[in-house]
């Protein structure tokens, strides 16, 4: 196979702008330490563990680098603090990412009718 002279990562010296890079898999888990450490407290680099393991399996199913924010957000939502819950949760957004929005509804809903 053939590469074009001056495509971008082909060896060719050009780089690829950083708005289609994004951000990388360490600054992303950089990002979400304050909130693993909020609510998973001593769990909490298990917890980014889990969600490094989440973007592996999302780009071997999905091919997309990352989930998408708001299938990250409900992750979050429907873990609730716990390993278990984050693991499993984790593993549906991979799965069927629109089974675990309607889970992180039901949950949304419980913490609003609390309120």
Known sequence: MMVRDGAAGAGSGGRVPPSVIGISRSERRDAD???????????AAAA???????EL?????HGDVTPPAHVV???WVV??????????????AV???????????EV????????
């Open 48 to 54: 980014l563990d889990l969600l490094d393991l989440l």
């Open 73 to 75: 957000q409900d992750v």
């Open 95 to 105: 799965v069927d990412w629109r089974d675990l929005r309607l889970a992180a509804d």
């Open 79 to 92: 873990a609730e603090g716990d390993l278990g819950r984050l693991a499993s949760a984790s593993r549906l």
């Open 108 to 115: 949304r809903s419980r913490l609003t009718e609390r309120a």
């Open 57 to 61: 399996a999302w780009h071997d199913s």
């Open 33 to 43: 330490r304050g909130r693993a450490a909020l609510e998973f407290g001593s769990d």
